[in-house]
């Protein structure tokens, strides 16, 4: 299965990067939830496992199916290029009522039961109260779960836009959508998604390009119209998200494992890197540091991704427990 969305001339001129914290909070309460999420988090997991311990996440699990739709009210699209979360949960808090209850009464049908459960029925008799304790519910995930942690998210986030963005002067908006994730095809006027069957023009509004720490291993696309339609995708480097700066080493587990040499490629890769950069960065052959990589790839620690003639490489989940000696 398979998504498409079209592009027309205006399209190109409207694409734009954001960061959006409501979004994060958003997908760190999704992750909590969904051990297929949590590989690159454990770190922040065991921080926050007492914390999270203490919130009532189930009013907004009940609008987050794994198959189907959540509300666009609940999480719109980015206001701005660097809006903060007041911001934009003030724009959920100012959500029309009745055009909240129908978003939500099509989210809830996506789970069996929930439109006639008791909070099903709540929110629906009562959309504005629904709209408040929503933006309550949000507001303390986002000060227990994400808060504490926002600036080295919004660095790695911001590291990202910075990079595709150069990319994006560099070769042009068609070869930068398949670098965001390899699961991304283009055919010069049309983008493909894995997953879902729906067909969408993009009719001059263009598309947000929003990367997130929280969302990985899923490319996420959506929102109807008045939004701008966004492509969410899995931030560049967020297999070093968690590294302590400077705390950098080489567990000597890994070395008896792996042997030292390669158990130093593994662990310097805290950010995406090529051959070269790592060659330079360990003092080693250029041709060592290549099988390696091909070796720890082959064995499921790293993946590899083309940056039009650089190929780089980012630690997958075990290779980060691996060389984080976890």
Not at 177 to 200: C, F, K
Request: include cysteine; charge should be neutral.
């Amino acid at each position: 299965m398979a998504s498409h969305l079209h592009f027309g001339e205006d399209d190109f001129l409207n694409c734009r990067f954001a960061v959006s914290p409501l979004w994060e909070t958003h997908d760190a309460v999704r992750t909590l939830r969904r051990p297929d999420r949590q590989g690159y988090h454990v770190p922040w997991l065991r921080r926050i496992r007492t914390a999270a311990a203490g919130l009532d996440l189930a009013p907004l699990w009940l609008l987050m199916p794994r198959r189907g739709h959540s509300p666009d009210w609940l999480g719109p699209p980015p206001i701005g290029p660097a809006a903060t979360f007041e911001e934009e949960i003030a724009a959920v808090r100012a959500a029309d009522p009745e055009a909240a209850r129908e978003d939500t009464a099509r989210s809830l049908a996506c789970t069996p039961g929930a439109p006639a459960s008791e909070q099903g029925r709540a929110w629906l008799a009562d959309p504005v109260r629904m709209v408040r304790e929503l933006a309550d519910a949000l507001e303390v995930a986002w000060r227990v779960l994400v808060e504490p942690e926002w600036p080295r998210l919004r660095a790695l986030l911001e590291a990202d836009v910075a990079f595709h963005s150069r990319r994006l002067a560099e070769v042009g908006l068609g070869t930068l959508l398949p670098e965001l994730d390899a699961r991304l095809s283009w055919d010069g006027r049309t983008l493909t998604l894995p997953g879902g069957v729906y067909e969408r023009r993009l009719g001059g509004r263009g598309l947000v390009l929003m990367p997130s720490v929280f969302c990985w291993p899923d490319v996420i696309t959506g929102f109807d119209p008045p939004w701008q339609p966004t492509l969410v995708y899995p931030a560049r480097g967020v297999g070093g998200l968690w590294a302590e700066p400077g705390a950098r080493t080489t567990p000597e587990a890994l070395v008896r494992l792996l042997g030292r040499n390669r158990a130093a490629v593994l662990a310097a890769l805290d950010d995406p890197a090529s051959t070269t950069a790592l060659a330079h960065r360990l003092g080693l052959a250029a041709s060592s540091v290549s099988s390696h990589l091909s070796v720890l790839r082959d064995s499921g620690l790293l993946t590899a991704r083309r940056y039009g003639h650089q190929v780089l490489y980012e630690r997958t989940p075990l290779g980060m427990a691996l060389a984080s000696g976890g």
